[in-house]
């Protein structure tokens, strides 16, 4: 569900929606993914976050400038705080998560949930969440997903030809927003439930504004992100499309563009007399 952060967390500027990782080879056994991550909290914690930050991956860069990110870690207390103890540890060729706990400058402890990935002949952090509960808290991922929903419409799937075209109008408008940092037009097309908080159920849900949508993609838009080269290809659906238990069509796939492999995951609920937006998350990959 689309929530604001009750606290301000690095996951809601990294995580969200704007990942860029990188690829290749897996790095040496000499470069692991615990050493990548111990030097980047060491880093934040002799106070150098611009190290930090400099030396993540790619896509963590990409989802948020170097200020929103300082301004968050500062917040959590990992600049000055200290290294983690991780936990947990769950390693592959071209992923690995790490969870653990530091204690924050200011004596608390934070505990976090960390991906990283390889590029070139190195392990780098690609994510940064905090964990509220059993699971990482990310208000930002599916932007405007909802829970417990079920739309009264009961809508039949839609053929491949008009699934292909929601995901197309969709991307063109959000290019355009990120291109001109306006998203006026990107927010008129959004589902009504998404804007009033409120499903045609009754049940509640979590609203959008236009500002949150800029602000949470501000990070797209700093770097001049380009995806109109989706516009002359057809989606792949990694996953079959659904209607969900919620009622919601749910839409998981990539393009594969000459510059990155642009990943979606989004969600329509149907108003009539179409399916219009309910939720959005889109990561970018080399």
């Known amino acids: 569900m689309f929530s604001l952060p009750r606290r301000a967390c690095v996951a809601a500027m990294v995580c969200l929606t704007a990942m860029v990782a990188g690829c290749g080879h897996p790095p040496a056994s000499s ?3 615990e050493s990548a991550a111990n030097a980047f909290f060491a880093q934040l914690a002799n106070g150098d976050p611009h190290a930090a930050y400099d030396n993540a991956a790619f896509g963590f860069q990409a989802g948020q ?22 936990t947990r540890k769950d390693i592959h060729e071209k992923e690995a998560r790490l969870d653990g706990r530091v204690v924050s400058q200011f004596g608390t402890p934070v505990d976090l949930s960390v991906t990283l990935t ?7 952090l690609f994510s940064l ?20 929903f079920n739309d009264v419409y009961h809508q039949p799937m839609p053929g491949p030809s008009q699934l ?26 959004i589902s009504q439930q998404w804007k009033d908080g409120q499903r045609m ?3 509640a849900a979590a609203g959008v504004t236009e500002k949150m949508l800029k602000d949470h993609f501000q990070g797209f838009t700093d ?35 000459p510059q990155f492999r642009v990943n979606f995951s989004l969600q329509y609920a149907y108003e009539l007399p179409r399916w219009k937006l309910f939720g959005i998350d889109l990561s970018l990959t080399k």
């Open 31 to 33: 470069q692991n993914p």
């Open 65 to 86: 400038t170097f200020d929103a990110f300082l301004s968050n870690a500062r917040q959590l207390g990992l600049v000055g705080g200290q290294p983690p103890a991780w």
């Open 118 to 124: 390889p590029e070139g002949s190195q392990w780098k």
């Open 129 to 148: 969440r905090t964990v509220t509960g059993a699971q990482p808290e990310n208000p930002f991922t599916l932007v405007g997903k909802g829970t417990g």
């Open 164 to 189: 292909a075209d929601l995901v197309h109008h969709t991307l063109a408008l959000f290019n355009t927003a990120i291109r001109s940092g306006d998203f006026h037009q990107f927010y008129g097309s």
């Open 201 to 203: 159920t009754g049940e």
């Open 223 to 257: 770097q001049k992100i380009d995806i109109s080269a989706v516009a002359g290809l057809p989606p792949v659906f990694d996953r079959t499309p659904i209607i969900n238990q919620d009622g919601l069509l749910d839409l998981y796939g990539h393009f594969d563009t």
